[in-house]
Every structure is written in C-alpha cells, then in structure tokens.
C-alpha cells in the first residue's frame, strides 16, 4: 500500500519543476499530487455538489497546478496558450497519476509518528477480474430463492415450464450485461454504477427516475432477503421460537413481521457501526452459497448410486405432513396387539379403533414411497409438465389409485394444499430476484485494476456460470425428487426439511446453515449499498427534496439515506410474505434493465462521436430485444405492479423535468431530441405550411437599455398571451459595434433575455447579435431567423415612441424600413402602442372587449389574433367586437349580414359592427396638422445634415486637395490644413450655403459643388445659434394667417392626413374604452422622400387610444373557413 508523508516545504518558484521532473528525490506536499485545496473535498466527499464542475474539462483533473509560466523556447508559439491548453506531456503525466477514488467509502487512516511527520494511507484499486467483479456478482445472484423456492417452482410449473422462465430471465440478464459492458466500458463509471451510467448516458431525467427505481429495487431486495432469512429461522433452525401460536396462517404472518422487524434493526446497526465489518464478513457468506451448491451435486451424484432415505407418507394420492407422525400406517402390531397409530386421531374422533373417522380416510389405503427416488428412476417423466392449480387444493401424486369422498367434513387434517393460486406468471415474478445482482461488479469500478476489461468479462461469465447452475438444477431436481415433493414449498411432507436440504450430501443442514447465513449477508449487501445509492443520487442535486439524504457522519456514511432505507424495507417486511415482496423488486430491477438496454441502443444508433466502448461484442438489436423482454417480464409478472412501477418513474420523470437542477451532462436524450429534431426541420421544408396549420411564428424585436437590460417586459408577456407555449418564438435584441468588442455584451444580453423569458413564461429562443448599425442588424434578423421549416412569419415590435424627440432620424428610419422589409419578405407585423400598460401574465380582465378595425383585408390575420388571445386566460372573458367601414357606395345593412356569415363560418364568435364614412369636405384642422407635419419636416431638414452628406462633403474636398497636391499648381481654393479635415462632428458642422432654396435642392448640388461653395467657418455656438434664431421665427408667426399657405401643401399629404383623422374620430368614439383595439396598419411610401410624413399619420391614426396594436398581414391567407 503506498505511503505518501507530508513534510513541510517552502512553495516553490514559478520555474521549479514537479516531483516527477526531479525524480522524486524531494518530498511533494499533497497539494501538488492531488491538486489544490479544493480537491481535497472531492477527495472526501466524491459525490459532493454538482459533476458538471468536473466533467466540463476533457481532461481528468485539469486544474492548474501552479505553472503559470512557460519558460522553454521550443514551443514560444504556442506559449500564450499554455494556461487553457496544457502540453501533451503535462497531460499524460497527469492521466499516468490519475487514481479513481470516487467510490464509495474511503477510509484514510492518518497517524503521526513520533517526529510529528503526518503519513496518509491510500488504498489503491487492486482487484481483479475474478475477485472484484466475478465473485460479487455471484454472491448477489444466487441467494434467497434458489434455496427456498426453486424446488417448488419446478414441481409447479414442470421441467419444460421452469426450463422456459430461467432461461427468459437469464437471457434477460446476459443482453442487459452486455449493454451495461458497453455503457461501462466507455469512459470511467464512478459510484453509483447503474444510476451514473443511465444518467450520464439518457439524461438526469431519466437518469433521476431510474435511479430510484434501482434504489427502491435494492432496497426492497434487502426485505426479500431479511424474509427469506427469517424463514429459514422459524420453519427449520427453531420451529419452536414462535410468538403467535403456530397453526393457522396469519399467525405465521405475524410471526414474520416481529422476527422480521428485530432482524432489520440488528441488520441496521451492523452497517451504522462501519460497513467494513460488512465487508470481511462477505466472503464467509459466499463460502456458503459454494459449500452449499456443492453439496447440493454432491448429493445428485449420490443419488445415482443411492437414493437418500426419505419417505413421504400418501393417503390415496393426497401427500400428508408428517411432522406429527413417524409411521405411515392406520395401525400397528404391538406386542400381538393391532393398536392405532399417531395418524388414527388426525382423521377421527378418538384414538380408538371404533371411532368415527374422515370418509376420504376410510375409503383409502395409506402408501409410502421414496422422496428422491433417484436420479436414473424415471421420475423425469412424471415432473415434465405443470401442475398449476388454485388456492387449498391438495398436492397429489399422479397415476394413484384414490377412492374420492361422498362429503367433505370439517375436521382438521394433515393433508398439504396449495397456499396460493399458482399460475405461469406468477412464477416468473418470483422467480426473476434470483437473476439480479448483474450490476455488482460495476458498482465497484472504483476498485478494479482495469475496469474497461474486468466489468464485461467478470459479469458475463458470472451470468454464464450462474444460468448453467440455475438450469442444471432444474433438470436435476425434476429427474431426482418426487414431483409432490417438489410442490411442497415448505417441506412439510419430509419432517419440516428444505427439499433442496434432503437431496444435499452430507446434510440437510449444509443447505438450512449455507442458505441463512446467505440469505443474512445478502440483506446486509442490500442495507450498505442503497442507501449509498441514494446519497450519489443526492448529492447530484437533480431532486431538490433528497438533498438531506446527501450528507451523513464525518467519515461519508450516509446516515439519513440509512435511515430512509430501514423505513422503506419495513414496509416490505411488514407485507410477511417473500412470494408477494418479490414480484415487487422484479419490477423496479426489470425497469432499471430495461433503461440500461435503452441507453446503449439510444448511444449506439445516434454514432455520437463520444461513443467508443471497448467491449466491442455488443449491436442495437441485442440491446433493443433485451428492452423489449424486460418489458415483456414485467407484464408477464405483474400487469398492475407494472403499472404502479411506471407511473412511479413517470411522476420522478416530470418532477425532475419541472422541479430538478439542470443538467448537461452530454446525454443521449439530448443527441436523440436533436437527431429528431433535424429530421423534423428537414420534413417541414419540403412544403409550405397549409392555411389550417398557420399560426404565428413570432419573432420579437427587443430593446436592451444602456445596462443590457429588457427595456418592455411587457412586449414578452403579450408573446406569451399570443402564443400561449405554442409553435415558434424567437426573442432577439440588436447591439451595435463590432463582435470582437461587444462579445461579452452579447452573451450578458441573451442571458437578460433568456432571464426576462423565464420572468415571463415566454417559451421560445433568444439571440443577441452585434451589428455595426441597427438597421442592419433588423435586416439580418428578419432574414436569417428560425431555421429550416421553422422560421418565423411574424414579427412583434413595440412602437416607437420617442422617435419625435430623438436628435437623429435614425429611430424612424429604421422603423419604416423594418416595416419594407417585412412586407418584402411576405411577413405580418404587429406593432404594439404603449405596450407597458399592456396587462402581464398574472392580470385578469374581468371584462371589457377587444376591437377590431377591419379596414381592408390582408388575409385573415386581424380576425385571427383576438381569437388567439382569448385562449389565455388574461383575455379570456373579453367579447370580440368587429368594426368595418362603409363607403358612399357601399349597402352598410347588406355588408353586416355578410360580415356575419363570413364569422360564422370562421366558427368566431364576435359583434359585428358596420360604421359609416361618406365623403366630406377637408376640416381647417385637418389643413393645420398638414401644414404642422410638412413645416416641422422642412425645419428638421434646415436644421440638420444627414451623416452621408457630410461624409460626401469631406471627400469632395479630400479629392480637390489631392487632386491639386498631383497638379502640383496653386488652387484657387485655400485648402483647410489636415487637422481641420479631421474635426469631431460635436465640433464643427459642415453646411451648404444658406443662399440655395430649400435642403433638397442643396442636396442636389453637394454632389457637383466645387470646393468654393463649402465653407468650414461655422462652429458649433454659431450654429446652436442659428438654430435658435430659425426656432424663434417659426413661433412668432401667426397660426391664424396660414390659409393663404394651405394653397402650397401636398395635396397627397392632404388627403392621406384627412383620412387618419377622420378614421382616427370614428375609432376613439367607438373603441375609446375597450381593452385592446386591432387597426391595419397602411404600408409606407413607395417613394421615400415621404418617410417623414408617414410617421405622422400613424400618430395621428392612434391618437387618443392606450392600447393599440398595428398590423400588417404577410400577404397569405392565415384563416379559412375549412375543415
């Protein structure tokens, strides 16, 4: 065992190499062999907190050691990276260091020798193959029911019977270990066995549920086996320690649940005190499961040369118990005297050979025949076929001569009956406990020299070794042992004697002492290893309510877990009967093989490039047909126990999905939802979605704040409302700058994002990209968002509402050309007013209607989009009010009655409302807001040079100066020195001479203007100034005296004003006090010199109302009146 001592020593300098660069003539401290303090708590605690830490690096113990600084100059390349990524050298001596400690209990036994030099012993892993894998797994699959019920099994179901249930459940068993060979031969499994590999391998989901099933498996096997153990006890080592009187069976019960209870709690103590007790006192317990196998042949052996003298006594053809008496005959010859035997007062009144006696007993003759005739008597052939029958039915002998009674009596009689109804099924319930234990060596991977070669071989042949005892007794006791014999579960026919016990040589009691003592160390396996079970699981973290049983004594014995565990195989014990526990731990067992077997298929058929086991004998259809008879076992075994078992695993399932720690843990769900997920895709781009499966696919344009922050959590709260979880949402926010600067801007706003969707119950994706400018950014997001099938028809916006106050016009020109282009990419947009006072997810209107304002049609979606919101249940009990509107020439009465129909026929339910608009004059108030709108436009264009403008200016006048520096000639032009070309723009304006007519015009010219129309004398006060000045003379004027100027509008202006404001009266009079008004949202200019007034007659259109929602349809119907 090595030794490790720990002196002190001065921490070395950055250029000091290792202990192993030395050559180990220094003395390391443990930092630097195990790692930093912080290793040293994984060291103790192995499961502790959460795996991801170390599962996130590729490399096995990756933390710097120290090393910050790469001295040598052979690799200076790459020295800059040396901290992320470590020289192969330094990675492979730390994989030749790296020791699997993570399992179970470690023990570190520290002492101080009399210098005071601290030593630690650490075990390292030395088993091999046949001591750390294939004797474990022996010892937990040959226990309980090989010695107490497989005799009774194969009188019960015959040789072909029983022959046909071992061979189901160890075929079972071999494809579940050549799965879980394949699972753990693919990387390192530390403790937890079953539970780590399906949960790294199907997700802690999966991972979670099976783990307790496993759990509860063990610990219900813990139960099997402490009633098992007790059985033995009272019905062969000491009959007589009875509390209940013994007869009847509730009593024998009773008996059970007492013993029972005293045994889990001595049990419990023994691995409270130290499971290493446990552990030296496993071998003695597999000695006696091999001592009792051999003699269990030796006595087969013996058989053909002698049979053993045991007889069973028959009346008729029924078997009777003969405990209560030794002569199998009516009467006998004392002294010349013909008196009754110790049989005459079982089956009459007196013991007097004139007493009235049981009609059966009278008519029939008693017979004795050989318990074991032999192994070459032939009575194979008798013991081929099943002998199913019901509850109390009599165990008799086949070909006898029976005379059948005329009545049956009352009377007690020692006849032996079936305790239970025995069928097919149920045997296969009973029987399949016997099977498990597979998982015994790879629990213990942690103390294997090589695990990747010692799990697959040592499993495999423990299988193999184990199914040929199984199958081999099975012939053996049906061509040895009387067939009712074999139906005599308790051995009440051979003087209360196991039945394997009277075919064992040189004993019975071999097999009564070799079975006990199994039957305890098995129990006390089952109590050490589930509750450790349940610690890994807690400490996992991935079920928020075991966290308690994560933590125990000092040393890491999970104490908590220990008590949970007594608490639940109590209730086992109290059930008193091992035929009913059974079935039970089958199906939990039959679940965890089952998951194992759908893992390896799962990893097998996805190829992940992680998947490259070492046991190479394995395929996915072993693997999916050992899954299918698993779940075949299980409804074979027990339909409703099945039933309960799934549901179990499903309620963990959903609670871990919903409740449990998120985990990436790299599992096969994952590839296998993506694998899934790309043939989805891949199916829906083969055609357009029909009308009937529409819906909105939204993608959300967010705003951030100055600290990356949602800036309208509302805008998610009405996604939610729309969508209500359903089809696609796709949040997204657009920063600008360039990605190698703002990187880190863009992660922290996606997880604001993700944060604010997760506020909001949004359920959907979000996305941050950077973009030298937002509207390019909006571009690229209509464009390229979603993928495949699943891209987005839909785009959600929040009004602009400081686009009037904002200095540049960048605010509205980015908006009206999100608005082109997602007309131009055939998309609906929604563009919603106010939308904080839009109400949140936990508000609910009591009343009030939504209206919409159908306009013109644009294919359905304003009708579509109250119905959507009415299923949440915010907007639940708001009514639908539809409003349209009639022209001069239109028969308003005539529209409403269609306009009814047509919803009708949509299956909506909604008030239908026709307005009236004719045709008036233009109001004086309808001149003023034009001339308002086109005055205010002029003043800005006056005021304020675009960006590309100037940036043509000042590469106008940086040619010019080249041009004349080639010339070489003197310009007429007085070139501005460098520095003045270079000017900040909050320093100096460049502006066209005031003399041209209006800002258009100027444009015009600034592209052919010679350098001597631009002049670089105006500062920044002067044309503050200036502004001021403009702004002055534009009040002063006088409002009253503007008709005259009515003249010069536009009249399309004019018009397109006329026609926001009078929709804009009909709409605030009629849906002023609604809830949430629908208006279509008329498309901008084609020409975009009118860029400017359309914002304008938006604000107009929705003045006077709070919440408005603006939409524009893609272009395609979204709403049909089909089936």
Same mark, same amino acid.
């Given at each position: 065992?090595?030794?490790?001592?720990?002196?002190?020593?001065?921490?070395?300098?950055?250029?000091?190499?290792?202990?192993?660069?030395?050559?180990?003539?220094?003395?390391?401290?443990?930092?630097?062999?195990?790692?930093?303090?912080?290793?040293?708590?994984?060291?103790?605690?192995?499961?502790?907190?959460?795996?991801?830490?170390?599962?996130?690096?590729?490399?096995?113990?990756?933390?710097?050691?120290?090393?910050?600084?790469?001295?040598?100059?052979?690799?200076?390349?790459?020295?800059?990276?040396?901290?992320?990524?470590?020289?192969?050298?330094?990675?492979?001596?730390?994989?030749?260091?790296?020791?699997?400690?993570?399992?179970?209990?470690?023990?570190?036994?520290?002492?101080?020798?009399?210098?005071?030099?601290?030593?630690?012993?650490?075990?390292?892993?030395?088993?091999?193959?046949?001591?750390?894998?294939?004797?474990?797994?022996?010892?937990?699959?040959?226990?309980?029911?090989?010695?107490?019920?497989?005799?009774?099994?194969?009188?019960?179901?015959?040789?072909?019977?029983?022959?046909?249930?071992?061979?189901?459940?160890?075929?079972?068993?071999?494809?579940?270990?050549?799965?879980?060979?394949?699972?753990?031969?693919?990387?390192?499994?530390?403790?937890?066995?079953?539970?780590?590999?399906?949960?790294?391998?199907?997700?802690?989901?999966?991972?979670?549920?099976?783990?307790?099933?496993?759990?509860?498996?063990?610990?219900?096997?813990?139960?099997?086996?402490?009633?098992?153990?007790?059985?033995?006890?009272?019905?062969?080592?000491?009959?007589?320690?009875?509390?209940?009187?013994?007869?009847?069976?509730?009593?024998?019960?009773?008996?059970?649940?007492?013993?029972?209870?005293?045994?889990?709690?001595?049990?419990?103590?023994?691995?409270?005190?130290?499971?290493?007790?446990?552990?030296?006192?496993?071998?003695?317990?597999?000695?006696?499961?091999?001592?009792?196998?051999?003699?269990?042949?030796?006595?087969?052996?013996?058989?053909?040369?002698?049979?053993?003298?045991?007889?069973?006594?028959?009346?008729?053809?029924?078997?009777?118990?003969?405990?209560?008496?030794?002569?199998?005959?009516?009467?006998?010859?004392?002294?010349?005297?013909?008196?009754?035997?110790?049989?005459?007062?079982?089956?009459?009144?007196?013991?007097?050979?004139?007493?009235?006696?049981?009609?059966?007993?009278?008519?029939?003759?008693?017979?004795?025949?050989?318990?074991?005739?032999?192994?070459?008597?032939?009575?194979?052939?008798?013991?081929?076929?099943?002998?199913?029958?019901?509850?109390?039915?009599?165990?008799?002998?086949?070909?006898?001569?029976?005379?059948?009674?005329?009545?049956?009596?009352?009377?007690?009689?020692?006849?032996?009956?079936?305790?239970?109804?025995?069928?097919?099924?149920?045997?296969?319930?009973?029987?399949?406990?016997?099977?498990?234990?597979?998982?015994?060596?790879?629990?213990?991977?942690?103390?294997?020299?090589?695990?990747?070669?010692?799990?697959?071989?040592?499993?495999?042949?423990?299988?193999?070794?184990?199914?040929?005892?199984?199958?081999?007794?099975?012939?053996?006791?049906?061509?040895?042992?009387?067939?009712?014999?074999?139906?005599?579960?308790?051995?009440?026919?051979?003087?209360? =004697?196991?039945? /394997? $016990? &009277? #075919?064992?040589?040189?004993?019975?009691? !071999?097999?009564? %002492?070799? *079975?006990? @003592?199994?039957?305890?160390?098995?129990?006390?396996?089952?109590?050490?290893?589930?509750?450790?079970?349940?610690?890994?699981?807690?400490?996992?973290?991935?079920?928020?309510?075991?966290?308690?049983?994560?933590?125990?004594?000092?040393?890491?014995?999970?104490?908590?877990?220990?008590?949970?565990?007594?608490? =639940?195989?109590? /209730? $086992? &014990? #109290?059930?008193?009967?091992?035929?009913? !526990?059974?079935? %039970?731990? *089958?199906? @939990?067992?039959?679940?965890?093989?089952?998951?194992?077997?759908?893992?390896?298929?799962?990893?097998?058929?996805?190829?992940?490039?992680?998947?490259?086991?070492?046991?190479?004998?394995?395929?996915?259809?072993?693997?999916?047909?050992?899954?299918?008879?698993?779940?075949?076992?299980?409804?074979?075994?027990?339909?409703?126990?099945?039933?309960?078992?799934?549901?179990?695993?499903?309620?963990?399932?959903?609670?871990?999905?919903?409740?449990?720690?998120?985990?990436?843990?790299?599992?096969?769900?994952?590839?296998?939802?993506?694998?899934?997920?790309?043939?989805?895709?891949?199916?829906?781009?083969?055609?357009?979605?029909?009308?009937?499966?529409?819906?909105?696919?939204?993608?959300?344009?967010?705003?951030?704040?100055?600290?990356?922050?949602?800036?309208?959590?509302?805008?998610?709260?009405?996604?939610?409302?729309?969508?209500?979880?359903?089809?696609?949402?796709?949040?997204?926010?657009?920063?600008?700058?360039?990605?190698?600067?703002?990187?880190?801007?863009?992660?922290?706003?996606?997880?604001?994002?993700?944060?604010?969707?997760?506020?909001?119950?949004?359920?959907?994706?979000?996305?941050?990209?950077?973009?030298?400018?937002?509207?390019?950014?909006?571009?690229?997001?209509?464009?390229?968002?979603?993928?495949?099938?699943?891209?987005?028809?839909?785009?959600?916006?929040?009004?602009?509402?400081?686009?009037?106050?904002?200095?540049?016009?960048?605010?509205?020109?980015?908006?009206?050309?999100?608005?082109?282009?997602?007309?131009?990419?055939?998309?609906?947009?929604?563009?919603?007013?106010?939308?904080?006072?839009?109400?949140?997810?936990?508000?609910?209107?009591?009343?009030?209607?939504?209206?919409?304002?159908?306009?013109?049609?644009?294919?359905?979606?304003?009708?579509?989009?109250?119905?959507?919101?009415?299923?949440?249940?915010?907007?639940?009990?708001?009514?639908?009010?539809?409003?349209?509107?009639?022209?001069?020439?239109?028969?308003?009465?005539?529209?409403?009655?269609?306009?009814?129909?047509?919803?009708?026929?949509?299956?909506?339910?909604?008030?239908?409302?026709?307005?009236?608009?004719?045709?008036?004059?233009?109001?004086?108030?309808?001149?003023?807001?034009?001339?308002?709108?086109?005055?205010?436009?002029?003043?800005?264009?006056?005021?304020?040079?675009?960006?590309?403008?100037?940036?043509?200016?000042?590469?106008?006048?940086?040619?010019?100066?080249?041009?004349?520096?080639?010339?070489?000639?003197?310009?007429?032009?007085?070139?501005?020195?460098?520095?003045?070309?270079?000017?900040?723009?909050?320093?100096?304006?460049?502006?066209?001479?005031?003399?041209?007519?209006?800002?258009?015009?100027?444009?015009?010219?600034?592209?052919?203007?010679?350098?001597?129309?631009?002049?670089?004398?105006?500062?920044?006060?002067?044309?503050?100034?200036?502004?001021?000045?403009?702004?002055?003379?534009?009040?002063?004027?006088?409002?009253?005296?503007?008709?005259?100027?009515?003249?010069?509008?536009?009249?399309?202006?004019?018009?397109?004003?006329?026609?926001?404001?009078?929709?804009?009266?009909?709409?605030?009079?009629?849906?002023?006090?609604?809830?949430?008004?629908?208006?279509?949202?008329?498309?901008?200019?084609?020409?975009?010199?009118?860029?400017?007034?359309?914002?304008?007659?938006?604000?107009?259109?929705?003045?006077?109302?709070?919440?408005?929602?603006?939409?524009?349809?893609?272009?395609?119907?979204?709403?049909?009146?089909?089936?």
């Amino acid at each position: 065992m090595p030794t490790f001592t720990v002196v002190p020593v001065e921490d070395a300098d950055d250029g000091s190499n290792s202990a192993g660069a030395d050559g180990g003539t220094k003395p390391v401290s443990l930092g630097k062999i195990f790692g930093e303090d912080g290793d040293k708590e994984n060291l103790q605690e192995p499961h502790s907190g959460d795996d991801g830490q170390r599962e996130s690096s590729a490399f096995l113990n990756s933390e710097n050691d120290g090393e910050h600084y790469y001295e040598g100059k052979n690799m200076a390349l790459f020295e800059e990276e040396m901290d992320s990524n470590p020289m192969v050298s330094s990675l492979l001596n730390k994989l030749a260091n790296y020791t699997n400690l993570t399992q179970g209990v470690r023990e570190h036994e520290e002492a101080e020798n009399e210098d005071g030099i601290r030593q630690i012993t650490v075990m390292v892993p030395q088993m091999g193959t046949f001591i750390g894998v294939y004797l474990p797994c022996m010892q937990n699959i040959l226990g309980v029911i090989l010695f107490l019920r497989l005799t009774w099994m194969v009188g019960t179901a015959g040789i072909l019977g029983s022959f046909a249930i071992v061979s189901m459940c160890c075929i079972c068993t071999l494809l579940t270990a050549i799965s879980m060979s394949a699972i753990a031969t693919n990387g390192v499994v530390p403790a937890g066995g079953s539970y780590y590999m399906i949960s790294r391998s199907l997700g802690p989901e999966f991972g979670g549920a099976v783990g307790l099933c496993f759990y509860l498996g063990t610990t219900f096997a813990g139960s099997l086996y402490i009633l098992g153990t007790i059985e033995i006890l009272l019905t062969y080592i000491v009959p007589t320690a009875t509390v209940f009187e013994e007869g009847e069976d509730a009593a024998m019960l009773n008996n059970m649940r007492i013993y029972g209870t005293c045994c889990l709690v001595l049990m419990a103590l023994v691995v409270f005190v130290g499971v290493k007790y446990v552990n030296k006192l496993a071998l003695v317990f597999l000695a006696c499961v091999v001592l009792s196998i051999m003699a269990t042949y030796a006595g087969v052996i013996k058989t053909a040369i002698g049979p053993p003298e045991f007889n069973v006594c028959l009346l008729g053809n029924r078997s009777l118990k003969n405990q209560e008496f030794e002569t199998c005959a009516k009467t006998e010859v004392v002294k010349n005297l013909t008196v009754t035997t110790e049989l005459w007062p079982l089956f009459c009144d007196s013991k007097y050979p004139n007493a009235t006696c049981d009609e059966y007993f009278t008519l029939n003759n008693l017979t004795e025949i050989k318990a074991i005739p032999g192994l070459l008597s032939g009575v194979i052939k008798d013991n081929l076929w099943g002998h199913y029958g019901p509850a109390g039915m009599f165990i008799e002998k086949e070909n006898q001569p029976s005379v059948p009674p005329q009545e049956t009596t009352k009377v007690y009689k020692p006849y032996l009956i079936n305790d239970i109804t025995t069928y097919f099924t149920l045997l296969v319930g009973i029987y399949f406990p016997s099977v498990t234990g597979i998982m015994a060596g790879s629990n213990r991977s942690g103390d294997l020299r090589d695990a990747q070669r010692s799990i697959p071989i040592g499993t495999i042949m423990a299988i193999l070794t184990t199914s040929f005892i199984y199958i081999s007794f099975v012939v053996l006791f049906g061509a040895c042992i009387e067939g009712v014999v074999l139906r005599d579960k308790f051995g009440y026919s051979v003087k209360k =004697i196991p039945v /394997i $016990g &009277i #075919l064992a040589w040189p004993s019975p009691w !071999v097999i009564v %002492i070799g *079975s006990f @003592f199994s039957c305890c160390g098995a129990g006390l396996q089952s109590l050490t290893g589930a509750p450790r079970l349940l610690q890994a699981i807690a400490r996992d973290g991935i079920i928020p309510f075991l966290q308690v049983f994560g933590h125990g004594k000092a040393n890491g014995e999970p104490t908590w877990a220990l008590l949970l565990t007594v608490g =639940i195989c109590e /209730i $086992g &014990i #109290l059930i008193a009967s091992l035929d009913d !526990v059974a079935p %039970i731990l *089958s199906m @939990f067992f039959l679940m965890c093989y089952l998951f194992v077997n759908l893992a390896c298929a799962v990893q097998t058929l996805l190829r992940t490039p992680n998947w490259r086991p070492r046991f190479k004998f394995y395929h996915w259809t072993l693997s999916f047909l050992g899954m299918s008879l698993c779940l075949s076992l299980m409804f074979i075994s027990s339909w409703y126990y099945a039933l309960v078992a799934m549901v179990i695993a499903g309620c963990i399932y959903k609670y871990i999905e919903y409740r449990g720690a998120v985990k990436e843990w790299g599992d096969g769900i994952r590839g296998l939802s993506l694998n899934a997920a790309r043939y989805a895709l891949i199916r829906l781009e083969e055609a357009p979605p029909h009308t009937k499966n529409w819906r909105p696919q939204v993608l959300v344009l967010c705003k951030l704040d100055s600290d990356l922050a949602v800036k309208h959590h509302r805008l998610l709260s009405f996604t939610t409302q729309l969508k209500a979880g359903k089809g696609l949402t796709i949040v997204c926010s657009v920063l600008e700058g360039t990605y190698m600067t703002r990187g880190n801007d863009a992660k922290t706003g996606e997880q604001n994002l993700k944060a604010a969707m997760a506020a909001e119950r949004t359920k959907g994706f979000s996305h941050v990209v950077v973009s030298s400018n937002l509207r390019d950014g909006f571009s690229l997001l209509i464009q390229s968002a979603g993928l495949g099938g699943m891209k987005h028809n839909t785009v959600l916006m929040a009004w602009p509402v400081a686009w009037k106050q904002a200095r540049d016009s960048s605010a509205r020109r980015n908006f009206i050309e999100t608005v082109r282009e997602t007309t131009a990419a055939h998309q609906a947009l929604l563009v919603a007013k106010n939308i904080d006072h839009f109400p949140g997810n936990q508000e609910r209107l009591k009343e009030g209607t939504i209206d919409v304002w159908w306009i013109v049609h644009d294919g359905g979606l304003l009708m579509l989009l109250p119905f959507l919101l009415s299923q949440h249940k915010v907007w639940r009990k708001c009514k639908m009010r539809i409003f349209t509107v009639a022209q001069m020439d239109d028969n308003s009465i005539q529209m409403k009655k269609d306009l009814q129909m047509f919803l009708y026929h949509l299956r909506l339910d909604a008030v239908v409302e026709v307005v009236e608009m004719h045709d008036s004059d233009i109001s004086a108030f309808t001149y003023e807001k034009t001339l308002m709108m086109e005055q205010r436009t002029q003043m800005l264009k006056q005021m304020q040079l675009s960006r590309t403008e100037r940036e043509r200016e000042i590469q106008s006048i940086t040619d010019v100066s080249r041009g004349s520096i080639k010339r070489k000639k003197p310009s007429g032009v007085v070139a501005p020195p460098l520095n003045t070309l270079c000017i900040p723009e909050d320093e100096a304006q460049l502006i066209h001479d005031r003399n041209t007519a209006s800002h258009s015009t100027a444009n015009d010219k600034a592209a052919g203007a010679t350098p001597d129309r631009v002049h670089m004398t105006w500062t920044k006060d002067k044309l503050i100034s200036e502004r001021n000045r403009q702004r002055e003379g534009m009040a002063v004027k006088d409002m009253f005296n503007m008709k005259p100027e009515w003249e010069n509008l536009n009249q399309s202006n004019v018009r397109r004003m006329h026609t926001a404001v009078k929709l804009n009266e009909v709409v605030v009079k009629k849906s002023c006090e609604s809830e949430l008004v629908l208006l279509n949202m008329p498309g901008p200019p084609k020409n975009k010199k009118g860029d400017e007034n359309y914002m304008e007659f938006l604000e107009v259109l929705m003045e006077g109302l709070d919440r408005v929602l603006l939409v524009r349809g893609g272009g395609r119907e979204v709403i049909t009146i089909y089936s």
